[in-house]
């Protein structure tokens, strides 16, 4: 009867607005989302947000990631190296040494994974605001692991370290492989929109607006699906901010 889930339609309404996303302070702020398992021993998946970091700190920008078969994904990144880490399934899928990342600008990244590529060089993709980043030869595995370790934004989950200072905005999963179409069309010359418009909006598993629809701080909604965030180490006038792409 409806083309998109009850959910999408009660959390975003008739007409998309994006003003508020999260800012942390580099220090202890995170979001912690709960153990992901929507992604447990899947061949295809894919992640986008934006971001805006505010120095060149090493920093991991998410993370699930424990010991053993207790990983499936983090995001690191060391600006002044011009290099951009994905962990997938215990190892580095993915590794750019080419990506320039300016302080106090808006990016969108899109991380895509597919486990049947062939070369394996191909199954971990990046995008930076849709144009697809170079790959130095790293392989990702052919199938994702099934962490129990909860899944954090703005850090990496096991570490005491590497907290990013700097935004996040429009953060979501999908357990399909995006192609470079749809990551254009998410990237949207610059503009986030309405993923539940989206031409993969039946893949959407987890959609945290990161600020906008907020309204019982710390806890941050899912409005794709069950794994509500909460925002640890900040009050909501500090954390919440309006600074949007």
């Not at 912690?32 to 970091?53: E, H, M, P, R, Y």
Request: hydrophobic share 30%.
């Amino acid at each position: 009867m409806f083309p998109y889930p009850i959910s999408f339609l009660s959390s975003t309404g008739s007409a998309f607005s994006n003003t508020k996303s999260t800012l942390f302070d580099g220090i202890d702020d995170y979001m912690d989302c709960g153990n992901i398992t929507t992604l447990n021993g899947v061949t295809q998946a894919s992640w986008s947000f934006w971001f805006k970091i505010e120095n060149t700190n090493t920093v991991y920008i998410l993370g699930q990631w424990g010991s053993g078969t207790d990983r499936q994904i983090y995001v690191l990144l060391i600006p002044p190296s011009n290099r951009i880490d994905v962990g997938l399934a215990a190892n580095v899928g993915f590794r750019s040494t080419t990506t320039t990342l300016a302080i106090d600008t808006w990016y969108n990244m899109v991380i895509t994974y597919n486990g049947g590529n062939a070369p394996s060089s191909t199954r971990c993709k990046l995008y930076i605001n849709e144009v697809e980043q170079t790959n130095g030869g790293f392989t990702g595995p052919t199938s994702l692991y099934s962490p129990t370790s909860n899944f954090t934004i703005g850090k990496r989950n096991d570490l005491g370290w590497g907290e990013i200072t700097g935004n996040f905005d429009e953060f979501a999963i999908f357990d399909t492989e995006l192609n470079q179409t749809e990551v254009t069309e998410i990237y949207n010359s610059g503009t986030p929109n309405d993923l539940a418009t989206h031409s993969k909006s039946d893949d959407l598993k987890h959609w945290w607006r990161m600020g906008d629809k907020v309204v019982s701080f710390p806890t941050i909604p899912d409005q794709a699906g069950s794994n509500n965030g909460t925002a640890y180490n900040e009050d909501e006038a500090t954390m919440i901010v309006d600074d949007v792409p």
